[in-house]
């Protein structure tokens, strides 16, 4: 019904590394290529976990944005901008939660977790635990039918999809809808008016998509049914007569091949990170000192690649005579650790060239991004603008 649309944003918590650069953000890179892309910063979602340290946000929040143009993500391309400055988005989450179930909430797998995880935090807030209808709100009033979002991010998903089915269920129907489904259904003959409501009980009530699909066969099967009937069975289905919030689609991103320094993934809280745009010296300074294979004590000890974290990076960025290199020099105690270690330096300082070559243009002229962000802003107020519209009617809110 609509065009397709990509959305997705980021938490200003702290600045990327290069997991996020292989991860989430080179697939930010084609996605902008192929379809239309929105990309935010969620800085009230910064805030449901780090209320305590308003002043990171903004610093974080320009940072990223530098970091993603960096990258590569291209604003002839892709819509960016930042969540506090569409209110809109608050007064859809606002709106949805008239209709949110408390205990919808409660039973997203992140709340319970995220508290157990991060005990140092009070998360029993009221904002904490809509943390997932804000992110509902996000999607739904772009009507963003694609959302890349990695695996933690799933139930998320879910969660919206299911609050967009249930406000066009209660906020969609036509005066009378029920009624006329009602005889709708009866024309199917009892038998199949049977069948019909239990599948669309089974969808409705649990998901059901293979319920779906197959009441919408029986449908299409029933040659005696007039179109209007058709178009409403359709719609009743599906909960009421119209689609107001489009369901998304979750685009699941590949964790990211990324190792850390350590062997282990790359990530903020193992304190395993390369940045983004870290320092030359920094890079070859981490890497330099990174560990080994603990049986190469000596230079003259041979040592095993699969036991070392090094091996990983030369996985991720050597060429096959690279490979063959290690492999060949390590089991033979022929070349020593830093030696080794020189090509992923070289490696990641080429990667990390034309990143902070375009860095630099936006951190000499701050204004260039602003600009940036906000001509995002502006048409991301608009395009939500379009849905607000058609939300504030159906809740009785278009006076005035
Ligand atoms: N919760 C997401 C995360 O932590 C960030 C986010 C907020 C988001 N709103 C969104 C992602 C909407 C996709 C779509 O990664
Ligand atoms: Fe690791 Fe390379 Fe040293 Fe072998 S030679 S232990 S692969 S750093």
New binding site residues.
Partial sequence: MFADRV?????PTGSLHLGHYHGVLKNWLTLQQKYECLF?V?DW?ALTTHYDAPEIIEQNTWNMVIDWLAAGVDPSQATLFI?SKVPAHAELYLLLSMITPLGWLERVPTYKDQQEKLTEKDLSTYGFLG??L??SA??LIYR?NL????E??AP??EFTREISRRFNHIFGKEPGFEEKASQAIKKLGSKKSRLYRELRNRYQEHGDENALAEARSLLEEQQSLNTGDRERLFGYLEGGGRIILSEPETLLTKASKMPGLDGQKMSKSYGNTIGLREDADSVRKKIRTMPTDPARIRRSDPGDPAKCPVWQFHLLYSPDEVRDWVQQGCTTAGIGCLECKQPVIESILAEQAPILERARMYEEDPALMRNIVADGCEKANRLAEETMRDVREALGLSYL
């Fill in positions: 959305l997705s944003g980021m938490r935010f969620a979602h969540q943390y997932p804000l992110q996000d999607i963003a959302v890349p979002v990695g933690d991010q998320h998903l």
